[in-house]
């Protein structure tokens, strides 16, 4: 329980921080949420893009994404949310550097800037959220009868109407196989 509260943690952090990058500057003083979904796939361009046809989509989409695996406690979820925040952020940045020339990080707001890192974070967050997660309990059908009716499958057998067969003969019972034990004939030694 311990590692799905830690993992629930966070998933929730990378999540909010997925979804809060596009507000800050990712290139040259330009927010995220003004580079457009189409730039990802055809290059980057200077037109600024609304708020919901921005890069905030996707990266809200792995947010909403780890959400619903949190709520269903799949593992599978939660990892997804994170391979499609990074993958989003990683194909922005190949394709700025493809614009640009290269990805440079300087000093005076010229080049990469602070607002990738919380996607990136975001995306590992998910990950290793997921690999902390347990994740749901997996159902167990009803016992099944053994075909076997030995003494040594009768401990783990059940019948069809759901009761046990009865305790199992213990070595000093008289039901139990080889009890009492057979004595060679011949002398009795005195015990």
Request: net charge neutral.
């Given at each position: 329980?311990?590692?799905?509260?830690?993992?629930?943690?966070?998933a929730?952090v990378?999540?909010?921080a997925?979804?809060?990058?596009?507000?800050?500057v990712?290139y040259?003083?330009?927010?995220?949420?003004?580079?457009q979904?189409?730039?990802?796939?055809s290059?980057?361009?200077?037109?600024?893009?609304?708020?919901?046809?921005?890069v905030?989509?996707?990266?809200a989409?792995?947010?909403?994404?780890?959400?619903?695996?949190?709520?269903?406690?799949?593992r599978?979820l939660?990892?997804?949310?994170?391979?499609i925040?990074?993958?989003?952020?990683?194909?922005?940045?190949?394709?700025?550097?493809?614009?640009?020339?290269?990805?440079s990080v300087?000093?005076?707001?010229?080049?990469l800037?602070?607002?990738?890192?919380?996607?990136?974070?975001?995306?590992?967050?998910?990950l290793?959220a997921?690999?902390?997660m347990?994740g749901?309990p997996?159902?167990?059908?009803?016992?099944?009868?053994v075909?076997?009716?030995?003494?040594r499958?009768?401990?783990?057998?059940?019948?069809r109407?759901?009761t046990s067969?009865?305790?199992v003969?213990g070595?000093d019972?008289p039901?139990?196989p080889?009890?009492?034990?057979?004595?060679?004939?011949?002398?009795?030694?005195?015990g």
């Amino acid at each position: 329980m311990i590692r799905n509260v830690v993992g629930a943690v966070l998933a929730l952090v990378g999540a909010a921080a997925a979804v809060w990058s596009p507000f800050l500057v990712w290139y040259d003083g330009r927010r995220g949420r003004h580079y457009q979904i189409e730039d990802l796939f055809s290059g980057i361009t200077a037109e600024q893009s609304e708020l919901w046809e921005s890069v905030l989509l996707p990266l809200a989409f792995a947010a909403l994404v780890a959400v619903v695996g949190l709520a269903l406690r799949t593992r599978l979820l939660v990892a997804a949310a994170g391979v499609i925040a990074l993958g989003f952020t990683i194909l922005w940045m190949v394709r700025q550097g493809q614009e640009a020339g290269g990805l440079s990080v300087g000093d005076d707001g010229a080049g990469l800037g602070w607002g990738v890192l919380p996607a990136l974070g975001g995306g590992v967050l998910m990950l290793l959220a997921a690999a902390v997660m347990v994740g749901r309990p997996r159902a167990v059908g009803p016992a099944t009868p053994v075909a076997d009716d030995s003494p040594r499958h009768a401990r783990h057998a059940r019948r069809r109407g759901g009761t046990s067969p009865g305790p199992v003969p213990g070595p000093d019972d008289p039901n139990y196989p080889g009890y009492p034990p057979e004595q060679p004939p011949g002398p009795q030694r005195p015990g």
